[in-house]
């Protein structure tokens, strides 16, 4: 008999950054209150799932995204130091085109090599910290659902990792909304498909901060 097994990966809601910088790991990020409200929003839809685990990034925009889908199935929250953002120099900064660190010569030679990038931690170890997560998950819920909470950057390198793609990309063009699931489907150990659907509505990707 085929298990069937789904990996809901979700990015977290938006989160409260009046200044619009790149929060990347800094500490003390919240969810505002339409993130808390999409929090709920996707914890409703997700209701009368067969949710058996509840994963999430350590960082604060994570948990409490991932609290109301955790209490609504009365489970705990397995936080996983592996689904955290990814690593990046700019880090604390303003980066929208035209103002802020990408104006300043001083930062130019961190965008030298867009491929790996070298700004930041490498696509291809997070979308391997990524997957090492999805296996963990997929085990502990075989036969039933998981929800991972984490950030846009590895939810997207995750899923072009799977699709094959480069995973290098335009960040204009990335299709991973303000909690959004991207759900992943395993027949016994086979990945047989992926759905990306925006419970709680559609989101700009071009953003800063979001």
């Known amino acids: 008999m085929t298990d069937q097994t789904v990996v809901h990966v979700m990015r977290h809601g938006e989160v409260y950054n009046p200044e619009g910088i790149l929060y990347g790991r800094l500490p003390g990020f919240r969810l505002s209150e339409r993130g808390r409200a999409q929090a709920r929003q996707v914890a409703d839809v997700l209701a009368d799932h067969d949710i058996a685990a509840v994963f999430a990034s350590p960082l ?15 489970l705990p929250i397995i936080t996983d130091e592996e689904l955290i953002e990814a690593g990046n120099d700019f880090q604390g900064l ?28 490498p696509y291809l170890q997070i979308a391997h910290r990524m997957l090492g997560v999805v296996d963990i998950a997929r085990e502990k819920a075989r036969g039933h659902e998981a929800v991972l909470v984490s950030h846009q950057l590895p939810v997207v390198t995750l899923r072009r990792y799977l699709e094959g793609k480069r995973l290098w990309h335009d960040p204009r063009r990335r299709q991973c909304s303000l909690a959004s699931l991207t759900s992943l489907v395993y027949e016994d150990d086979a990945l047989v498909d992926l759905v990306y659907s ?3 509505g559609a989101s700009d990707p071009t953003v800063t901060g979001a």
Do not use: I, Y
């Not at 604060?60 to 609504?72: D, G, H, I, K, N």
């Not at 303003?94 to 931690?121: C, I, M, N, Y």
């Open 94 to 121: 303003r980066v929208s085109v035209g103002d802020g660190a990408l104006r300043q010569p001083k930062h130019w030679a961190k965008l030298r090599d867009p491929f790996t990038p070298s700004w930041g931690e």
């Open 60 to 74: 604060q925009r994570a948990q409490e995204t991932a609290t109301p889908v955790a209490a609504s199935h009365g």
């Open 198 to 200: 925006e419970p709680a």
